[in-house]
């Protein structure tokens, strides 16, 4: 329109403004992903102005924009995970705030899933992330190649056909990234996965707060001090606040073997592998029972635990772990309480009254009448691979997630497609550093992608198992490390708490250097030590741990503590007294 209004005829064929509409029709808001990168970039480079100008586009979320920059740890991994431009399509930054406020983080589930999706990428590429699309990020996302022959497939039609990876011109390069995307652990892993998969740790690491004082989650600030509080994880608190290690021997853990069947073995690592229990008993439980705790969670006025939270508490005891509520719960009667809440459920309070001794008498009847069931007997390893085409691959609850059970069926040979349990197998290895399991590489390493199952080879046993008892009381790949890996302990305030095992890596300068500056962000001025040849704890310098340690009695142990308070507990003073 004109100043005297006009209008103004543009002289432009219709078909160049059927085009300019349709443009304007496929035009997508940007995606958070884009709005993040341009705001960390533009602060790099400290022009503010700009920055703002992109916060602004946030909206609310700008919110969630800050809550994320807060924890240094989550930062880090986004950081490394920047020049993989086109993972970022699939960034939600509005689904943050409720996935920190599970409190799983760290070197732990978070940032493990994190770290992963960092080596699968850059070891796809090579290291050359312009050869990565939008588009190839999304198609390869979720595929399994060493497990599917379906997946295998997808993918050798996405390369045959440039669908994929299409600036990558030379064939000769080409060739090259299809063989690194076809041996692919586990799951390819991309930010849309990512907020798909992350689902699962919200009904394991709630119900867990149960198990220790809600005082715990927020540790008091010093009155005086600029710095804000770390959070601890959930993790943190029950390893380092309530896991006691068994005085007969300190190398030992419970393993479950089904709901009725417990033995001990022996491991370098027991806490962890009694926490990754805790979680896999919440796998198979609450993804059933997750309304039923949320509403009680809301009644405050209910008197009754829910069962599955008592047994929670007894089989945690059993495990090691020790405090208040555990106490509370282990004094608890699981079959009773769950008699009595179904009791009030069929005949509420509100319309129906009984006195308290009739109403006991009532249970404890019903509990005897439970005399009758018997426990089953172990349920077959379930199958991790189908030949069915029809399978849908989606992660729900399974009875029969227990470690050894996992050990096993990841020996399985490969199919046409992954199960449900497969799946989910999947997933929570993606989270729970693989619960300590061996690299599946040389299990499937020859693998055919026409054939939709491989028979097992002549002379080794069948990489299908029959039954959970296939797995050794004492597998071999739990021993302690001899040579190849070197672990760091984290020496606690007092001596008598136990060092813990945060961190484990190989013996390279690359590998020490880069656990040496997780420990150094995670806490002011921490000080390392190696253990003499007298048992002393002497301190080391970090770039000469390398070095120092052929010289040490306990090579493959290395001690680290955090301030001058802390270090005259332990320096210069032998490890195991008191």
């Not at 992963?116 to 939008?134: A, K, R, V």
Request: charge should be positive; proline fraction near 6%; hydrophobic fraction near 35%.
């Amino acid at each position: 329109m004109t100043e005297d209004g006009e209008r103004i005829q543009i002289d432009a064929p219709t078909s160049a403004l059927v085009q300019i509409r349709q443009s304007y029709m496929r035009h997508a808001p940007l995606c958070d992903g884009e709005k993040f990168l341009h705001i960390q970039f533009y602060e790099r480079k400290k022009d503010y102005e700009v920055a703002l100008r992109w916060k602004k586009l946030l909206g609310a979320k700008v919110k969630s924009l800050h809550q994320v920059l807060r924890n240094d740890w989550l930062r880090d991994c986004l950081e490394k995970l920047e020049p993989f431009r086109s993972l970022w399509m699939g960034f939600q930054l509005g689904c943050f705030p409720l996935i920190l406020s599970w409190r799983c983080r760290q070197v732990q589930e978070i940032e493990y899933y994190l770290n992963q999706m960092y080596e699968i990428w850059h070891t796809i590429t090579d290291g050359n992330t312009h050869l990565c699309d939008e588009y190839t990020a999304q198609k390869l996302g979720g595929l399994a190649p060493l497990w599917s022959s379906r997946d295998r497939s997808t993918i050798e039609t996405l390369f045959a056909t440039c669908q994929v990876f299409y600036r990558a011109r030379d064939s000769a390069v080409r060739a090259q990234i299809l063989q690194r995307v076809l041996t692919v652990e586990g799951l390819i892993l991309n930010f849309q996965t990512f907020f798909k998969h992350v689902k699962v740790l919200g009904p394991i690491m709630l119900p867990l707060r149960e198990l220790f004082p809600v005082g715990e989650l927020f540790p008091r600030r010093d009155e005086f001090s600029p710095v804000s509080r770390r959070l601890p994880s959930v993790r943190d608190i029950l390893l380092q606040h309530c896991y006691e290690q068994r005085e007969e021997n300190k190398q030992q853990c419970l393993l479950q073997y089904s709901e009725h069947d417990e033995r001990f073995f022996e491991c370098s690592n027991p806490g962890k592998y009694a926490y990754w229990q805790l979680c896999l008993y919440l796998f198979r439980h609450t993804r059933s029972q997750w309304n039923s705790y949320n509403e009680g969670k809301s009644q405050r006025e209910q008197l009754e635990r829910p069962e599955w939270i008592i047994r929670l508490g007894h089989f945690a005891r059993r495990l090691g772990f020790a405090s208040a509520e555990i106490s509370s719960l282990c004094n608890q009667d699981p079959d009773l309480s769950q008699i009595r809440i179904h009791m009030l459920q069929e005949r509420p309070n509100h319309l129906f009254s009984a006195s308290a001794d009739k109403f006991e008498t009532e249970a404890h009847s019903r509990q005897t009448g439970q005399a009758i069931f018997e426990p089953r007997l172990p349920a077959l390893t379930p199958l991790m691979t189908t030949d069915s085409a029809t399978t849908i691959r989606i992660p729900k609850s399974h009875p029969e997630l227990f470690l050894p059970t996992i050990w096993t069926a990841i020996t399985q040979e490969p199919r046409y497609a992954l199960t449900e349990y497969g799946m989910l197998v999947l997933v929570s290895m993606s989270f729970f550093e693989r619960f300590g399991s061996t690299s599946i590489s040389s299990i499937c390493e020859s693998f055919q992608p026409t054939q939709p199952a491989q028979p097992a080879q002549p002379g080794q046993p069948s990489l299908r198992s029959s039954s959970v008892y296939s797995v050794p009381v004492y597998p071999d790949y739990l021993a302690r490390p001899h040579g190849g890996r070197i672990t760091f302990w984290h020496l606690p305030q007092s001596r008598n708490m136990l060092p813990q095992a945060n961190h484990v890596c190989d013996v390279t300068e690359y590998n020490i250097e880069k656990v040496v500056n997780t420990i150094q962000a995670q806490g002011d001025a921490p000080l390392f030590a190696l253990l003499d040849r007298g048992g002393l704890l002497k301190l080391c310098n970090p770039s000469q741990i390398l070095h120092r340690r052929k010289r040490s009695k306990q090579p493959n142990d290395i001690y680290y503590v955090y301030g001058k308070k802390n270090s005259k507990t332990w320096i210069s003073k032998q490890l195991n007294s008191k």
